[in-house]
């Protein structure tokens, strides 16, 4: 490569060490001797390589080709002398890696220099041939360090800092690269000289960056004390999308057995095989990328020991489920000890995965305790959770374990279902994560609803598939596509903290369903308080039979499943998801009501409890104004006007028992007006119902 006189006079220091044998010194020797001539012709051409008018003289490449090959061939032989010494010494890993490594640094150096004696047009043939033969090495060799070779006794890599270090150095390499495809892939030789002499500089500019990563790591390599903290230096964005990635990963290797057992159970084979061929290089190439690291793809290395060792088990267990996965299909083996086998390590590979993800969660919660990353994981393991609840259902169909996979599937669906409801309701700090808030955000609800909505008909085609079912098998495989991108979608929403959605249609049934959960919740709030005094005329008149007690907190669960039916939607009731930010605001507000209406209940305070119980009355009667015209709006043929009224007698027949039942115990006097309103309001409405009026039509003859 070119380069200044004094750059090339810094490379002529020698420091002899001990040499470990005679021949190694004769060796070094000898490098000494072919060292000094070859430094004299470069010094003395530094300046005269170009003419006036900036062309190459070729006589002098000529004079320096020969003592170069010499140079590196006698080079090679005694670092080859110095491994044979650190084998003798029982060191073989170490001193092959640090071989290895080493002559990448040599090889970046004839990759570069190969390239430009190319863009220089010099013995074009020759150097062309040697610029692939020296890529391929390279490439090689770096995949060998990385990776390790076992047949050849080298390690993987896994100590932490290290991989930090190679992450640059395959960065690095990633962006040279091209520019060496390119001047190799040329038509001609004319064109390989024309493309890499026009990249000339851009060539230069990159090697200094990849030689210099190349020899920081070859540093760690020799000696790694694990004193490097890359935890500092990981954005909010970063680990967003390293706990996003690592949940991926977990979601591919379940994912790779589903679509082997679908092979298995003779369901869309053709398909199925060409989908698990893509998933499996998806799942290796994602590994890759959360083990070494990607710049390009934003995914760090593992950032702390703990996580690299664990990354080292999952690829360990991943290897060998890839590599029976690739046997079963290349051979079409879907027998039964290949499907036990690969289950068995379906199982492994996902046990290790997660291991790593809380790794990875506590790791992000250490250094970033704003992010979410415990919300993060949670809601990736629920799309993990679908290709699993779908693989356990296949094994069951196939006849695989039957009894301990009905455990492990409805271990999945109990763990998804939680998970969901821990999702939108959020829960208090405990010994496994800190606290999650509760998700109030109408978009992200609004996902979450059609999340769940798909798992209810993908856990019924899940039990149906375990009993046997070969079509309900096709709608699983189906409905799993369509609720992992849904939740994939929910995922993102929470990964990020924002989320966006279109307006939100609501149909006829939906509205009907909703205004009728309202009015339900509307009378729960009254009967809740007639159980309540209920149980107070119990104890006053010493009725130790009644089980007003037990109906009453029967009433209060009623309230809180209304409300979690309104907050979040019920698609199995037709209770839709709020359509307005605003409406998910107030019904939250009305839960708060809720919370405060059930305290009292359990404080036995009679006067709390009537105010609390028209407190929440009045918040109940907000919420069925808002979507009443909510409703109108949208589709007038909903008869919200009939179905308010009809529900409201419910409440009012609650209300009359309520003040009844005030006045028996002694309260206020004008409790009995209320009565008289609540009884005249109730004949009112009865005769409205049936003949019309206040813009309802008569109810037809035959149904009165």
């Known amino acids: 490569m070119p380069g200044s006189r004094t750059s090339l006079m810094a490379t002529t220091t020698w420091i002899f ?43 002098i490449l000529e004079a320096v080709a020969p003592g170069n090959v010499a140079l590196l061939t006698h080079s090679n032989i005694v670092v080859g002398l110095l491994v044979d010494a650190a084998k003798a010494a029982g060191s073989v890993a170490r ?11 040599m090889l970046i150096q004839r990759i570069c220099k190969e390239m430009l004696l190319v863009g220089l047009g010099f013995d074009l043939t020759t150097n062309l041939a040697n610029l692939k033969s020296t890529t391929s090495l390279f490439g090689a060799s770096h995949r060998g360090i990385l990776t390790g070779a076992k047949w050849a006794g080298v390690p993987e890599l896994t100590s932490m800092c290290t991989i930090q270090s190679m992450c640059q150095v395959s960065y690095r390499w990633r962006t040279l690269k091209p520019f060496v495809d390119e001047i190799l892939g040329a038509d001609s030789n004319t064109e390989s000289q024309a493309i890499a002499s026009q990249s ?21 390599i020799v000696d790694d004390d694990g004193s490097c903290n890359p935890l500092g230096g990981i954005s909010g964005s970063e680990w967003t999308f390293l706990l996003k990635s690592a949940g991926e990963q977990r979601f591919l290797s379940q994912q790779v057995s589903q679509l082997f057992m679908q092979v298995a159970n003779g ?43 664990e990354m080292i088990l999952v690829r360990e267990a991943w290897l060998e489920l890839d590599e029976e996965l690739q046997a079963a299909v290349d051979s079409r083996k879907t027998d039964s ?11 492994t590979t996902l046990n290790a995965m997660d291991s790593a993800t809380r790794l990875y969660q506590a790791a992000a919660l250490g250094s970033l305790p704003t992010l979410a990353s415990h919300v993060i994981n949670k809601a990736a393991r629920q799309r993990m959770l679908f290709q699993k609840i779908s693989k356990e259902a296949s094994l069951i169909l196939y006849g695989q374990a039957a009894r301990r996979n009905w455990f492990h599937l409805n271990a999945s669906m109990d763990l998804f279902t939680s998970t969901h409801w821990v999702l939108l309701l959020g829960k208090l700090n405990d010994s496994d994560s800190p606290a999650i808030n509760r998700t109030t955000d109408l978009c992200v609800i609004q996902q979450m609803k059609v999340v769940i909505d798909l798992y209810g008909e993908l856990e019924q085609a899940a039990h149906q598939t375990a009993s046997g079912s070969l079509v309900a ?16 979608t929910a995922v993102g ?22 205004i009728r959960e309202i009015g339900h919740l509307r009378m729960l709030s009254q009967k809740a308080s007639n159980e309540f005094l209920l149980v107070a005329f119990a104890n006053y008149t010493r009725n130790t039979t009644s089980s007003y007690g037990n109906d009453l907190k029967a009433t209060i669960t009623e309230i809180g499943l209304a409300l979690k039916k309104l907050m979040f939607g019920a698609g199995v009731h037709n209770i839709p998801a709020a359509p307005t930010q605003g409406m998910v605001d107030y019904v939250f507000t009305l839960d708060g009501m809720s919370s405060s209406f059930i305290e009292a209940l359990e404080a036995d305070d009679v006067s709390a409890v009537v105010s609390k119980s028209e407190t929440m009355l009045e918040g109940t009667e907000r919420v069925m104004t808002m979507h009443l015209e909510a409703a109108g709006k949208s589709d ?38 209320r009565l008289d309103l609540a009884i005249a309001s109730f004949v009112a409405s009865q005769h409205i119902l049936h003949y019309g009026g206040e813009g309802l039509q008569e109810v037809i003859r035959q149904r009165h």
């Open 493 to 514: 929403f929470y990964a990020s903290g924002l989320a966006s959605c279109e307006a939100h249609t609501i149909s006829f049934a939906e509205w009907t369903g909703v």
């Open 636 to 673: 007038p043929t909903v008869p919200g006007h009939r179905m308010d009224i009809a529900s409201r007698q419910l409440l009012l027949a609650q209300t009359m028992v309520k003040e009844a039942l005030l006045l028996r115990l002694g309260f206020h006097r004008s409790r009995g007006e």
């Open 473 to 488: 098998l096709a709608a699983l495989n189906r409905l799993n596509s369509v609720a992992s991108s849904a939740m994939n």
């Open 337 to 347: 000890l290949s499907v036990a086998t690969i289950a068995h390590q379906s199982r």
């Open 95 to 105: 001193g092959l890696v640090v071989d290895i490594a080493g002559r990448q640094r």
């Open 200 to 220: 000339a500089e851009i060539i230069i500019e990159m090697c200094v960056p990849l030689f210099s990563s190349q020899d920081d790591a070859v540093k760690l």
């Open 267 to 309: 369901v869309d084979v053709q398909k199925s095989k060409i989908s698990l061929s893509i998933t499996l290089a998806t799942t290796s190439g994602l590994l890759k990328s959360l083990i070494e690291g990607s710049v390009v793809n934003q995914i760090p290395p593992p950032p702390t020991q703990a996580i690299a060792d």
């Open 17 to 59: 060490l001990q040499a470990p044998s005679s021949l190694i010194q004769t060796g070094l020797q000898k490098v000494l001797d072919l060292w000094t001539p070859f430094k004299a012709v470069l010094e003395n051409n530094v300046d005269s390589i170009r003419d006036s008018t900036g062309q190459v003289d070729i006589t």
